[in-house]
């Protein structure tokens, strides 16, 4: 098993005090190595969403540490440097919607991913148009969102959450969206991506039709995190 690209530990989210505090997160701890899809289960308001924010560093955590490709980058509610920056270089996102920029086509979606990280744009374009070809869609690089299927826009969306090489990709319902079988397809390019591309690959999904193709399963309840 490769080194762990992400690893958390005691994570706890309050929210409120005093009446109206409530506990997102009661100390979860847990890794995920290069190389490895994992699945986080649970039902509505089980915390999924809350560990996934503070693990993206988006959201801070009451208490707890969050390490990323060996660099300390959270601890407690104290950020240890430029999140902003650390979280474009190392942290590949994927959301329930594709949210590609309506304006641009596919590739263009992508590119502007690397030219945000100060790539040249043409090596931003050749590294797009690969990522295109790699996730099965070259041949819709030149269409704009509106022209493609749900299934296209969400490979489309990990692409560019690959575009600058991340360790962690971080995925919240991708396929809920979809129908079986393309749902289905997001899945298995996950598992792909992690297992082809080395990096740790975090699903939050209620979909159980594709569970199969996970390395491994996280279950969630009421903020607990049950096994790790």
């Known amino acids: 098993m490769s080194p762990p690209i992400v690893e958390a530990k005691n994570l706890r989210k309050v929210y409120g005090h005093d009446n109206t505090e409530v506990v997102a ?4 701890s847990f890794s995920v190595a290069g190389g490895e899809v994992v ?3 649970g039902p509505s308001g089980a915390g ?6 503070i693990l993206g560093l988006v959201t801070a955590p009451t208490s707890g540490s969050v390490t990323i490709a060996g660099t300390a980058v959270v601890d407690g509610a104290r950020e240890l440097g430029d999140m902003r920056a650390f979280r474009r270089q190392h942290i590949g996102f994927v959301f329930q919607k594709a949210n590609l920029i309506p304006f641009l086509t596919a590739v263009e ?5 690397m030219e945000i990280n100060d790539l040249p744009s043409r090596e931003a374009r050749r590294r797009s148009l690969e990522l295109l070809d790699y996730l099965g ?5 030149n269409h704009r969102p509106v022209e ?3 299934g296209q826009q969400q490979r489309i969306a990990v692409a560019r959450a690959l575009a600058n090489k991340p360790g962690l990709i971080l995925a919240d319902e991708p396929t809920a969206a979809l129908d079986g079988e393309r749902g289905r397809q997001v899945m298995e390019l996950f598992a792909r991506v992690a ?3 080395g990096a740790a690959v975090i699903v939050v999904t209620h979909d159980h039709r594709a569970l199969d193709v996970f390395d491994r399963h996280l279950e ?3 903020g607990e995190l049950k096994s790790a």
Request: without cysteine.
């Open 195 to 197: 297992h082809e591309q």
């Open 109 to 113: 979606n992508v590119q502007v991913a």
């Open 137 to 141: 869609v070259a041949d819709r690089a």
């Open 25 to 28: 997160l009661k100390g979860a």
């Open 220 to 222: 969630m309840e009421d």
């Open 39 to 41: 699945a986080l289960l």
């Open 148 to 150: 493609l299927s749900g």
């Open 48 to 53: 999924k969403s809350t560990l996934l924010s």
